[in-house]
Structures are given as C-alpha cells and as structure tokens.
C-alpha cells in the first residue's frame, strides 16, 4: 500500500462491519446513559487553543494537535485553534458558557473522538473514541453511586459478563499514610508506587517505597494492609485517623448506594490508587476476565472544573473504555450489512427498481445489480458477494408471465410467484 | 459571554436537545440507505496535506484548515496534516486504499463533519455535517436511479413532504450549446451564467449571455428554450445534435427508471445547471416548499474519482444538504428527553437507587434527586425542570409502610402502593 494511501499514521478508516458494530456499541451505552437521565453533549472537534493553555501538564499539552491560523495569518506558523484533547476540557468550558441555562445538577455524556499526537502503537491510536459520564453539581454520594451504577450497566449491556468494580477513596487512601506516619508531602510519591501492585509483585513495591525513604516495617506493613484478602486491616488503620473514618464512611455509603447490583460487582480495594491526582473522593476501576487492564473507571473530582477555567462545582464521573472493549469483541464478531434480497436485472429495469422500492418499504435490505453483464451466472456470484439470502430473477420468461423467480441462496430452493407476491414469498423465506 | 467562553468561531455546542434531534435525523437517513445495500465509511478527521494537494480549486484550498507539525518540527511553522474539507477526497483515496477488498461497485455513504475555514455566517459554519451517498465502479443508469431513489426517500423519512427531484443532464446541456452553435470553449462560462436562472430574471441572464460574446437573437432563443413550461422547444433542439440525444436519453431513461416514484416528483428541468463542472452524465436538484435553495443534489461525475487521486472508476453520488434541512425543522422542533419518572430522596436512598434502576430496567428514564434539599417542595421543583411525567415519594411515612407515592404531574393525581408496585402504577400513569 503506497504511504499515501493510507490514513494518517494512528487513524484508522472504518468499513462497513467497523462502523456498524461501533456505532451499536455506542448506541447501546448512549441509550442506557440516557435511562439514567443524562444528557448528550457535542462540542466542536476543536476550541481556542487559550482553552487549553494552563490547563493540561507539559506532558498532556504536547500531545495536542493544533491548527495553523488562516488566510495571511498563515505565514506566521502560528496556531489559534487546538483539536479535542478529552471531554472534561470542553465540558467545564460549556459549564461556564451556559450556566444556569444547563439543567442542575449537569448530567452529561459524551461519546466522540479525541485527537493525542502520541507515538501509535498496538492498540494506540492519534483519534480515538472516548466515551465519558460526568455530574457537575451535586456533592451527594447518589451522583457517585449513580455514575458506578449507570456504567456498570452499561458494561452489562456492551456484553462484558464477568467484570467487578474496585472501589476505593482517596480521602481513605490519605488517611491511611496518615495512619503510619507518612509525610503529606511523601504522599502523593508513595501512592503512585502502592498503584503498581497490579503490575508488580509486593516486595517489588515495598523495595520501591524504601527507595522513596519509608522504614521497611512501615512499608512492608503498608503493602501487606493494602493487598490482604480480608479489608479489616485496612479498616482498623483508617479507624485511627479523622480523615481515614471520613474515607472509610464514604466507601461505606458507596458500597450501601450500590448494594442493589449483583453481589460481589462492587469490592473496597484498598489498594487501587488511580493515577491522577485530581480525585478528591471515592474512585473507582473496573476489571473484567478477558480483558486486559481496566475497561472503565472514574471518580469524583471537586476542585477540577474551576481547575479548568469553568465554575467551582463538586462533580464527578467516568469513563468506558469503549476502544478496549471493541478491540477485543471484533475477534469474534461477525459479518453484518449483508443484503436481505438482491434484485437480478435482465431487462424490465423500471420493474425490477419498483421491486426493489417495495421490498425496502417493507423493511428490507435490498440491493439491485449496477454492473455490466447480462449473464445470470454473474449477477449469481454478485448476490453471494453481497451475502444476500434471497435472489429475485426477472428474465424474459418471468417477464413474459409477470412472475418472478425467488431462490433461497442457503438452500438452493426456487419458485416462481406473480410480481405481486414477491415481498410475501421473500420474508417467508427470511422467516419474517 | 466572555470571549473565551464561546465556542470557536463559526463552531457550535450541541446541547441535549440539538444532539438528539440531529442524531435521529442522521440515523433517518442512514436507516434509508442501509435500505438500499449502501454501507458507511468514516473516514479520520484529518488526511495527510498531500492527499489534497492539487485536488481542489484554490478557492477550496485557502478554506482547508491545516494541522501543525508537532515536537520538534512545531517551530518550523509548517502543517502536514489536514482536516477533512469534504467526504469526496477521502472517498477517492479508500477507493485506492482498499480496492479490490471494497464491494464492487462500492456503495457507501457518509454522515459526519466537515471543516471549512469559510467566512462565518447565518446559517454558514466552519464545522458542519455534510450527508453524502454515492456508487464508485458502476456506469449503469441502474445506479444513477438508485442515488435518486435512496435521496427521495431520505427526505420523505425526515419528513420533507412538497418537494421535486429536477433532472437534467450535462451531456445534453453540452448538446443544446453544440445546437446552437455556441464554441465548445465558451461552452462552461454560458453554462455558468444560465445556472443564474433561479435568481436572476431572464432579461437579466440574456444580458449576461450577450456579454459573454452570444447574439442577443441566440441569447434569447436559448434562455426562451431552458425555461420554457414545455420542455418540446428543448428536446427539438437536442434531437439535433448527437450529444443532444444522449443526454436526452439518459435523461429519459432517469424518468423511466424512478417512475415508481410519486407521480410529478421527479421533472426533467432544462435550466437546471448545477455550478460544479466535475459532473460528466446526469445531474439533479430537489427544491422543496418552505426550504431555501436545494435540499440535496448530486450527479454523475465519471472522472473525478480518478482526478482526485483513485482508480480510473465511473462514479456517481449525491448530497442532502441535512443541516439546512435542521435549521428549518428545529423551529418548530418539541423539547425531548424528558424524564418519565423523578424519585425524590427523602432518606432510605439505598431503596431509592434499586426502585430507580427496576425502573430503567423497565425502559424507563428515571432520574434521582442528587441535590442538597430535604425539602419536597424544592425537590418537586427539581422533578418539574427535569420534564418529569411521574414523581415518586418515599418519605417517612412511606417507608414505615413499604409504600411509595406516585404523583402524576400532569393532572397532580397521587396514590400510595407497595414498592413491589411501583413500575406497575408509573407505567399506568405513562400509559405504558
């Protein structure tokens, strides 16, 4: 394939099978979000690149593509305007934009593309799907549990069976630190070793936290608090902080709000960490058997909306990680679009378009024969080229007896009916 | 608004109710042309620069916007990439990406956003969802009829009723030139100027062809000829040239071909243009009462595919012009998503959030209050801004009974029944 041709390295075009199973994918997950109350949200495929400034890390802000200025600006090599980097930018800029003309709380979704100059790799693409959930404006732990709850079924919906939610606090995870000691400027440092436990083995992680200057006792007792079976331990080292009972009473709540799906769904994993630093609350991930990593995953996060130049609400949210998710279900996915009826055409086209009109009225996908030969055989390995299950055959002895031939492609089968009787004979055959 | 605020000029938010008003218009359309066989395509948001590179006019390309190089390359100033200005370019590179791995022909449509760095105005922006269908690899007027066809019923399913399909084609256009004598050279400029005719007055149009270098006698005849009521004057001036008759019979066999479709709804118009000269066969424009300008058109444009860089494939296709289409429609659009059930939280929320999702489980929206108030009455207000057709209390007295109360807030009826109840009665109430 000539580079030319391709799509620009980390783009993918979509087919036909591409698009459909992505757009059910998404229709599914909108839907639920939708039965939860929650609002779509389309932003422009880009903002100001001053949205942006500030906003981001340096590591964030250089994956972001920006667009060249205009017309005589042009020349100047400078850029004005910046590709969709998340949906939580646009989102707390809309909150500022529209205000109290938004619903309160602002429950939004947002399934579309995000644009990252990162280097591609497997499974890493420069255009992407990001597929979040957000309430902006309500503190109460119903707005938490209800983003847990809304993505869970959504991931229910999407066809993941075996997955649990792992939830945790970071008020809870600061008041365990507190618990032995450890410096809350040390904190953050140490949170981000205790989060590679899923990656690493345990003494692995405690080398790691010695290196970041904790004793060993502490730092064994830490790890083996965090990664033991039975959440008491933990329980009783939060139990000796103020911030630790407040981070412990807010799991509590979560798991009380969230007791109404499947037992065992949603376990306190005092070991999840999340990575970023902008939760204030409880956070969340979700594992599921099959699937590499986590497929969704979230928090609340207070201070971020302000943060990034929007209004200072309380919110919180998440996200589905609906490329991972439909990376792995393309394995076994099958074929989809193929035709329900294909039209031959060996004269009396007029007919042959008002069949076909027909047939697509009654709900059909129907396809006629735009190419060149006249020969049946041909148009044959069209139809089964376009996995069509029904044939129609108008030739001109059909034609002269205003019937037509209707063939089963599964099984061969084939009867003549009158033209007036092909839509009846076609769904007998489609068993519609 | 403070500036910064605003999305970027000649952008747009999509709000809840525009979001879900444009998705169920793309999704009207698509349903139709999947119909028909079509399949989808999603091209990325950006092509590599030199996909465009001499592809469009230089009108076109000062409207391309362009992406920066990044990392280090970012301070030279120069782009690589650019955002999609149309669905036709990246059409043509799939068609040679993909080739023999496409259907043959390709029928695929595209609906998504285009970008377009074209001076902002009413009803002009910069990112707009263009809505194309088009067959690459067939020459058959099976094919041309089929676009008309799929198109009609797009508008008819999005509710356009008065509307007409005008046909022409542009080999007789070149014929009625060659009938009266008018230079081949001359032939794009007069053509050019008899596409005014749906604005300008015929004297007017005369005039300009007189300048254009026509005898006034010849001027007259021709614009008399294209807009006369009867369309004898024309097709006597076309029966006498070769290319004449062509282009009549292709416009003929158009007429034959979608003559299943409402009597009068598709006319052979004689002074329809259309402004772009890629189209080489057969041309159309709908027109529709209480639409400005045309809603859709299209044509055959044999050689395009190839000029933009593909395979040397006969190509046909069409456009719905789908947001002028929103523009008029959401005037006297209805507000949607409202909620069908609103479950105030005045304690037991663990109960409130398993009633809340046996409801959603139902099909039902059911949005729960996440504010701060344990107040009814503002909790009522809430249910009242979300468009809440039922609210649900569980106060107290409910709860020491195992009861809920549904209140109707149309009529303001309300009763109590067991919680085992509850979507039993809302349904009622929905008339579900």
């Avoid at 999407?158 to 507190?178: I, P």
Wanted: charged share 25%; proline share 4%.
């Amino acid at each position: 394939m000539a580079k030319a041709a391709e799509p620009p390295s980390g783009t993918r075009d979509f087919l036909a099978d591409d698009v459909r199973r992505r757009k059910a994918a998404f229709d599914t997950v909108s839907g639920v979000f939708e039965h939860y109350g929650f609002d779509p949200l389309e932003t422009p495929a880009f903002e100001r690149l001053e949205v942006f400034a500030g906003k981001l890390g340096d590591e964030a802000s250089a994956l972001i593509f920006k667009i060249l200025k205009r017309g005589v600006h042009e020349a100047t090599g400078e850029a004005d305007l910046a590709l969709r980097y998340d949906h939580t930018v646009p989102l707390a800029r809309v909150v500022g934009t529209y205000g109290s003309q938004l619903p309160s709380p602002y429950k939004r979704y947002a399934i579309g593309p995000v644009w990252r100059a990162d280097r591609p790799a497997k499974g890493r693409f420069r255009e992407f799907t990001q597929c979040d959930i957000d309430t902006v404006g309500s503190a109460s732990p119903l707005a938490d549990a209800e983003i847990l709850w809304a993505i869970h079924d959504s991931l229910a919906a999407l066809g993941v069976t075996d997955f649990r939610v792992l939830v945790n606090s970071r008020k809870a995870l600061h008041g365990l630190l507190e618990a032995y000691g450890i410096a809350e400027e040390r904190g953050t440092a140490v949170l981000g070793t205790l989060d590679k436990l899923d990656k690493l083995a345990a003494d692995a992680v405690v080398a790691e936290l010695v290196d970041r200057g904790l004793e060993a006792r502490v730092a064994e007792e830490l790890v083996g608090d965090v990664t033991a079976a039975d959440t008491d331990r933990v329980r009783k080292q939060l139990d000796t902080t103020e911030r630790g009972r407040e981070g412990l009473a807010e799991i509590d709540r979560l798991l009380e709000l969230t007791s109404g799906l499947p037992d065992g769904r949603v376990v306190f994993t005092p070991r999840m960490v999340r990575g970023l630093d902008y939760y204030t609350g409880p956070i969340f991930e979700v594992v599921a058997t099959g699937y590499p990593g986590s497929i969704a995953s979230g928090g609340r996060y207070d201070g971020l909306v302000a943060k990034l130049g929007g209004p200072d609400l309380p919110a919180c949210g998440g996200s589905i990680g609906l490329e991972r998710i439909l990376a792995i279900q393309a394995a076994d996915a099958e074929a989809t679009g193929g035709l329900d009826v294909a039209l031959t055409v060996l004269g009396a086209e007029d007919i042959v378009m008002r069949m076909a009109a027909d047939l697509r009225g009654q709900g059909l996908r129907a396809g006629v024969y735009l190419g060149t030969s006249g020969k049946l055989g041909k148009q044959l390995k069209w139809a089964n080229d376009q996995r069509a299950r029904v044939v129609l055959i108008h030739g001109p002895e059909e034609q002269a007896e205003g019937e037509v031939t209707v063939r089963d492609m599964a099984s061969g089968d084939q009867s003549r009916v009158p033209v007036t009787e092909v839509a009846t004979r076609v769904r007998e055959h489609l068993g519609r």
